[in-house]
């Protein structure tokens, strides 16, 4: 087959990535339509995280984002990506997950490209039975890392297991852009060739400059399905241009099967966006080999970033971003994504942030000590690290502690009660009834238009230091706008 199929990702991993998942539902709309008829495999809109975010920070409702997307697109299958646990730092209980599942299927999505933090069959199981109960079809992420153990003998038995599952598609997930020509060259063949004809997808990012080689790499040894975004929310830290992979695909004697012309009026959108709201936009990264020391995944960076802006401790990324390599080696190489990622990331900056490292741990830091979250996640950790925080007095108070699992109806009165709906029950368990309440006090979202206004036109010139000045004229009227020569 010489065809090269896309799965976009400019809602979700590019908004995550570069915007620290500050797209609003608002700046979707305009160019939804045309995204459903330029030809993707998929469109990848939704997370796990995403609602909390929305909530909290946009004061959006994520339903109200599905159905209005859902409204939009039609031929286009809608896709989340999802994980263990619904609020990173938090065991899910069973009931809540089954719900979540049923309700996103109500809302439009149809298919879920599902993570577990350990790659373990037991986590992948039960959420391809989730799924399948409610019609969403399953794709398994292959989680890539760097440690001795990830082997290619390592992913070739974690591709058979995925296998035997029988889901729709197997994808490569390389969430800290760790990826390189070099190494694709044995694991692809190791991977498509124990999956037992499953189609199997790449999703990398261009942290260390190698993105799209990667992808054109993966498309020589026999993958097909390439996970993109499109410009200004490709590259940097996201995910590779599809522009650029496809003219490379295209260079190489492959076909590709969307419509980049059509796509070019949804890059002009975003770039004007973009401009307008002072969103920052990806660049082509050059190459950097630190992730392979830390490892933090793409859309993390933005988000560490973020979060040390508002306590105005932005200047101390670099010191945070260093220790999380540190603590990810003391913590035994945990693959870098949520939750895991968030646990090395918030030990890290409580290190550098209090002056003394594992003065203080977080409760779930503890309970990865303890084996809450595995007995080879808590065995694989440094001696002793893991006897410095057992030896703290609140690990003696989860010692003995057990994931609470309670039923939907316990869930529900913890929530409102009866009267509760099941999408407001979940949205209150995602980000608590007082942020909700809220939400819904701010009134609707924000619109957008797609195109430039000549507002957002002069602004951006007035950006440009070579414009000396504006002139408008229309009919009699003229309009000049001169730079202050001081």
């Known amino acids: 087959m010489n065809e090269v199929n896309f799965v976009d990702t400019t809602l979700r991993d590019g908004s995550v990535s570069l915007w620290a998942m500050r797209m609003r539902t608002g700046m979707m709309i305009p160019v939804l339509e045309t995204m459903d008829r330029a030809g993707f495999q998929a469109i990848e809109i939704f997370s796990t995280t995403i609602p909390k975010i929305m909530i909290r920070e946009l004061r959006e409702d994520p339903w109200e ?5 859902r409204q939009r697109v039609h031929k286009t299958p809608l896709r989340i990506i999802t994980t263990r646990n619904l609020r990173a730092f938090q065991f899910t209980p069973r009931s809540i997950m089954e719900l979540w599942y049923e309700r996103i299927a109500a809302h439009g999505i149809k298919e879920a490209r599902i993570s577990d933090p350990s790659n373990t069959v037991d986590g992948w199981r039960a959420h391809v039975a989730y799924a399948r109960n409610v019609g969403i079809d399953p794709i398994l992420n292959l989680v890539y ?17 995925a296998a035997a599952l029988g889901v729709l598609r197997i994808c490569l997930k390389d969430a800290g852009g760790l990826l ?7 694991l692809v063949p190791a991977i498509i060739q124990n999956a037992n004809g499953i189609p199997v997808e790449l999703h990398t990012h261009c942290n260390t400059g190698l993105g799209t080689q990667c992808c054109v790499e993966a498309i020589k040894l026999g993958i ?10 490709a590259d940097a830290n996201s995910n590779p241009s599809l522009f650029n992979v496809a003219m490379n695909a295209r260079a190489l004697g492959y076909t590709t099967t969307v419509d980049e012309a059509l796509l070019k009026e949804v890059e002009n959108h975003f770039t004007s966006l973009a401009r307008r709201e002072g969103l920052p936009m990806g660049s082509t990264s050059p190459y950097d080999i630190s992730p392979h020391v830390h490892q933090v995944p793409g859309g993390m960076v933005s988000n560490l970033r973020s979060q040390l802006a508002t306590i105005k401790q932005e200047h101390r990324l670099d010191d945070v971003v260093e220790e999380i390599g540190r603590v990810r080696l003391e913590l035994g190489c945990p693959i870098m994504v949520t939750p895991y990622a968030q646990f090395v990331g918030v030990q890290a900056t ?16 503890i309970q990865f000590a303890l084996g809450h979250w595995g007995e080879e996640e808590s065995s694989s950790m440094d001696p002793n690290v893991r006897d410095r925080i057992l030896s703290m007095p609140r690990a003696k ?8 699992d309670p039923s939907l109806n316990d869930v529900r009165k913890s929530y409102g009660g009866p009267g509760v709906s099941d999408d407001e029950l979940l949205l209150r368990y995602l980000a608590g009834e007082d942020q909700v309440a809220a939400m819904r006090k701010a009134g609707p979202f924000k619109q957008y238009s797609t195109g430039q206004t000549l507002a957002s036109l002069i602004q951006d010139l007035s950006g440009n230091s070579k414009v000396g000045y504006v002139e408008v004229r229309k009919d009699a009227m003229s309009l000049t706008l001169k730079r202050d020569s001081a």
């Open 350 to 365: 409580m290190n550098v942030m209090s002056g003394e490292r594992y003065s203080q741990a977080s409760d779930e830091v």
């Open 65 to 69: 984002r599905l159905d209005l997307i």
């Open 180 to 186: 390189t020509p070099e190494r694709l060259r044995t």
């Open 397 to 404: 108070e989860l010692a003995n502690w057990v994931p609470p």
């Open 145 to 161: 890392a760097l440690a001795p153990k990830y082997t290619d003998e390592y992913f070739a038995g974690k591709a058979r297991d």
């Open 224 to 233: 097909r399905s390439i996970n993109a975004a499109i410009p200004p929310l």
